[in-house]
C-alpha cells in the first residue's frame, strides 16, 4: 500500500463540508413561503410529473448497466482482460452521478415556486433563493464526486498491488460509469423537455396566441417538467461525469508521468489534481455568498452579480494553486500552477464569448431579433449564422490553453521527448481541473437557470401581478444568459478533459498488452515489455500516423459519430414534438372551454407523452456511443481507436458550441422581442423569433449539450475495453 499524505485527507473533508452546505441551502430553501394555494398546486403537479419520471428513466438505466456490469464482469474474471475492480467502479460512477442528478432536480422543484414567491417581494430575493438552490446542484454535485475519488483512491491502495498507474486507470472507469448515467439523462432529458417546449409553442404562442406558460395551455406542465429532467437532473449527471474525469484522468497522466521517478514525488502527482479540486469548494462557497443585486437591475446589472461571484472564486483558486503545488512539493509547480491558470482563464473566456453570442444585451442576438422583421426564415438563417461565427473565439482559446498548459508543464521543451510529452500532456489535463475547480459557484448559475425559468412559469400560471411576472422574466432572460454560458463552460472542460483521457488510453493499452504478455519493439529496435515503452515507442509501434488509413477511417467514423448522434436526437425530438403538437390541437379542439379559461386542460396526457417518447427515445442513440468504439477497437485497431477519438473530439466539440449557441441566441432574440423591441408581444417578428426558438431548443438543451459527454463517454467505453481491443491483436 502506498503511504497516503495526510494532507490527501482534505478531499474527503471538502466533500463533506460541500454536502454539509448543499443540505443547508436546501433546508434554508425549504423553509422560505411558497406562497399561495395556487402556487403550491402548481408546484406540485410540475414535482410529481419530474420524478415520476426520473423513476421510470432510471429504471430502463438499471438494465443497461446490469448488462454492461456483467461484461466488465466477463472481461475480469472469464478471459482476465480486466481489473477485476472495474465492474465495481463503474456502477458506483453511475450511482452517484444518477445521484446527483436526483438531489440537484428534488432542489429544483421545490425552489421553483418558493422562488415567484419571493419575486413579490423584491428581485433580490428572488435571485437568492433561485441561485442558492442552484448551489445546491453544483454542492452536490462536487461533494459526491470527491467522496467518490476519495474512497476508491482509499480502497484501491490498500487492495490494488500493481501501483499507482494501474490504480488511476481502474478508477477511471467509475467516470465510464458517470458518463453512461449522463448521456442518457440528458438525451432521456432533453428529449422530454424539447417535445413539450415546442408542442407547447407552436401551438399554444403561434396558433392560439396565448402567452407563454399560460395555464390554457395542455402542454404547459410537461414543459415545465421537462426543465427539470433535462436542465437540472440531466445536467447534474453532466458535470458531474466532467468534474470527475478531469480529475481521474489527471492523476492518471501524473502517474504515468512520473512512473519513472515513482515513490514520493509520483503520488504526489496523483493527488495533486484532487487537492486543488478540494480546495476549490471552500473558495466556490465565498462566491455563492457574494451574489445579490438590487432592484430595478437591468440584465447587465444581474450578469455583473453573478460574474461577481464566479470571478472573485476563480482569482482565488488561481492564487491558491501556487500554494497548493507549493506546499505539496510537486515538481515544476510553478509550471503546473501556471497551466491551471491557463484552464481558468479560457473557461472565462468561453463564458464571456457565449455570453456576447447569446444574451440579448449585445448585437448578435439583437440583429437576430431584428431579422424577426423580415420573417421566420432570415430568424433562422441569422441564428445559424451566429452560432456558427461563435465557435471561432471557443476554438481558438482551447488551441491556446493546450499549447499553453502544455508548455508550462514541461519547462517549454519543444523536444516531443518521451518525458516532454508525458509532463506536457499532465499539464493538459490539470489545466482542465483548473477549469473546472470551481464547479460548486458556476455549475450554481447554470442550474439557477431552469429554477428561474419555472419560477416565470408559476407566476404566470398563477396569475401574479404583471410587476412579479417582470421580476421572473428578468431572472429568466438571466437564465437563458447562464445556462448558455454553462453549457459553453462544460464543452470546453470536455475538450481539454478528452485531449487527457487519449493519454490514458495509451497508458491503459499498454497495461493491457502487459497483462497479455504481449511485448512490443521500440524506436531502436528491440523488443521490449510494454509497461516500460515511451509514448513515441508507442505509436511507431501501432504506425499511429496520418498515413495509415485506419487512423484516417478512424477519424472519419468519430467526425460521423457527432453528425450522427445529433441527427438521432434531433429527429427524436421532432418525433416527440409532433405528437405533443396533435395532442395539443386535439384538446383545443375537443375539450369546451379551454381557451376561454373555463375548463382545465388534460395536463397528465400531454406528460405521458414525453414521458413516453423519451424512454424510447434515448436508448437507440445512447447505446450507439457505447458500441461504436467497441466496433472500431476490434476491427481497426489501436490506430483506429485513436483516429476514432481524435476525430470525436474535434467535430463533436465546435459542432457542440454552435448548437448550444445558436439555440441560445434564438431563445434570448425571442426574450428581446418580448420586452417591447422590434413591436414587442404578439408582433409579426415575435411570432418569427418563436419560430426561432422552436427551431433552437434541441439544438441547445437535446443535441448540443450531449454532445460533450458523447465525446468522453467514446473515450472512457475505450480505455475501459482497452483489454478487448488487445485481445483481438
Known amino acids: 500500500m502506498n503511504n497516503i499524505p495526510s494532507v490527501f485527507w482534505l478531499i474527503p473533508v471538502a466533500s463533506l463540508v460541500a454536502l454539509g452546505m448543499a443540505w443547508y441551502f436546501f433546508k434554508s430553501m425549504l423553509d422560505s413561503d411558497e406562497g399561495t394555494p395556487r402556487m403550491k398546486e402548481i408546484a406540485k403537479y410540475v414535482r410529481d410529473g419530474a420524478m415520476a419520471y426520473l423513476k421510470q428513466q432510471y429504471k430502463v438505466v438499471t438494465y443497461v448497466f446490469i448488462a454492461l456490469a456483467v461484461l466488465f464482469a466477463i472481461m475480469a474474471y472469464v478471459l482476465h482482460v480486466q481489473n477485476p475492480w472495474v465492474p465495481f467502479a463503474f456502477l458506483t460512477g453511475g450511482f452517484f452521478s444518477g445521484l446527483a442528478g436526483f ?19 423584491s428581485l433580490d430575493a428572488g435571485l437568492k433563493i433561485a441561485f442558492r438552490s442552484g448551489a445546491v446542484m453544483g454542492l452536490t454535485v462536487v461533494g459526491l464526486g470527491l467522496l467518490d475519488i476519495a474512497i476508491w483512491f ?23 460509469g458517470a458518463s453512461t448515467q449522463a448521456l442518457f439523462a440528458r438525451v432521456g432529458g432533453g428529449i422530454y423537455t424539447k417535445a413539450a417546449d415546442v408542442g407547447a409553442d407552436i401551438v399554444g404562442k403561434v396558433e392560439a ?12 406542465i410537461a414543459d415545465n417538467v421537462g426543465d427539470n429532467v433535462g436542465d437540472v437532473a440531466g445536467m447534474g449527471a453532466d458535470l458531474y461525469e466532467s468534474y470527475c474525469g478531469s480529475v481521474l484522468s489527471t492523476a492518471a497522466l501524473g502517474a504515468a508521468a512520473y512512473a519513472a521517478v515513482g515513490g514520493d514525488t509520483q503520488l504526489k502527482a496523483v493527488i495533486a489534481p484532487m487537492l486543488i479540486a478540494a480546495v476549490g469548494v ?26 461577481l461571484g464566479t470571478n472573485v472564486s476563480a482569482a482565488l483558486i488561481a492564487v491558491a494553486t501556487f500554494a497548493i503545488l507549493y506546499l505539496l512539493g510537486v515538481e515544476n509547480w510553478k509550471g503546473l500552477s501556471c497551466s491551471v491558470i491557463t484552464g481558468l482563464l479560457a473557461g472565462v473566456i468561453i463564458g464571456q464569448a457565449t455570453e456576447y453570442y447569446t444574451s440579448h444585451s449585445y448585437k448578435p442576438t439583437q440583429k437576430i431579433s431584428e431579422a424577426g422583421l423580415t420573417g421566420s426564415a432570415t430568424v433562422i438563417i441569422k441564428g445559424i449564422g451566429t452560432g456558427m461565427i461563435s465557435t471561432c473565439i471557443p476554438v481558438i482559446t482551447i488551441g491556446v490553453a493546450i499549447m499553453l498548459s502544455y508548455l508550462c508543464a514541461n519547462g517549454f521543451d519543444l523536444s516531443m521527448s518521451s518525458e516532454s510529452l508525458a509532463h506536457g500532456l499532465y499539464g493538459v489535463g490539470i489545466a482542465a481541473v483548473g477549469m473546472l475547480s470551481t464547479l460548486g459557484i458556476t455549475l450554481a448559475t447554470d442550474a439557477y437557470g431552469p429554477i428561474a425559468d419555472n419560477a416565470g412559469g408559476n407566476a404566470e400560471m398563477s396569475e401574479l401581478g404583471e410587476e412579479v411576472r417582470h421580476r421572473t422574466d428578468a431572472l429568466d432572460a438571466l437564465g437563458n444568459t447562464t445556462a448558455a454560458t454553462g ?6 472542460s470536455a475538450a481539454l478533459t478528452a485531449l487527457a483521457l487519449l493519454a490514458s488510453y495509451i497508458e491503459e493499452i499498454k497495461i493491457a498488452m502487459q497483462r497479455a504478455g504481449i511485448e512490443l519493439t521500440n524506436l531502436a529496435g528491440q523488443t521490449i515489455e510494454a509497461k516500460n515503452a515511451t509514448i513515441p515507442d508507442f505509436m511507431n509501434f501501432f504506425q499511429v500516423n496520418l498515413m ?28 416527440a414534438a409532433q405528437k405533443m403538437v396533435v395532442e395539443v390541437r386535439r384538446q383545443f379542439r375537443e375539450i369546451a372551454g379551454i381557451l376561454e379559461g373555463k375548463a382545465t386542460p388534460d395536463y397528465g396526457r400531454c406528460v405521458e407523452i414525453s414521458t413516453r417518447a423519451a424512454q424510447h427515445e434515448m436508448i437507440f442513440p445512447s447505446i450507439l456511443a457505447i458500441v461504436i468504439p467497441i466496433i472500431v477497437g476490434c476491427v481497426l485497431g489501436v490506430a483506429g481507436v485513436l483516429g476514432l477519438l481524435v476525430g470525436g473530439l474535434s467535430c463533436g466539440f465546435t459542432l457542440a458550441v454552435f448548437m448550444a449557441n445558436a439555440g441560445g441566441a434564438w431563445d434570448n432574440a425571442k426574450k428581446n422581442v418580448e420586452e417591447g423591441n422590434f413591436g414587442g408581444k404578439g408582433s409579426f417578428a415575435h411570432k ?3 419560430v426561432g426558438d422552436t427551431v ?10 450531449s454532445l460533450n459527454i458523447l465525446i468522453k463517454l467514446m473515450s472512457m467505453v475505450s480505455i475501459v475495453m482497452a483489454g478487448l481491443t488487445v485481445w483481438f491483436i
Open 548 to 575: 495509415n488509413p485506419k487512423v484516417l477511417v478512424g477519424a472519419f467514423i468519430g467526425a460521423m459519430a457527432a453528425f450522427l448522434f445529433c441527427g438521432l436526437t434531433m429527429e427524436a425530438v421532432g418525433r
Open 487 to 492: 453549457k459553453g463552460f462544460a464543452i470546453g
Open 696 to 705: 433552437g431548443d434541441p439544438f441547445k438543451d437535446t443535441s448540443g449539450p
Open 154 to 176: 482509499i480502497v484501491l491502495n490498500i487492495f490494488d498491488t500493481d501501483g499507482l498507474i494501474s490504480i488511476t486507470t481502474t478508477m477511471l472507469t467509475f467516470g465510464m
Open 282 to 307: 471552500f473558495l466556490s462557497l465565498i462566491g455563492i455568498f457574494l451574489v445579490r443585486t438590487k432592484e430595478g437591475a437591468t440584465m447587465r446589472d444581474l450578469l455583473k452579480s453573478l460574474s
Open 103 to 121: 438531489f440537484g432536480m428534488k432542489t429544483a422543484t421545490y425552489a421553483s415556486g418558493r422562488t415567484a414567491n419571493a419575486a413579490r417581494k
Open 688 to 690: 418569427a423569433t418563436i
Open 209 to 220: 396566441d396565448i402567452p407563454e406558460d399560460d395555464p390554457r395551455n395542455p402542454a404547459t
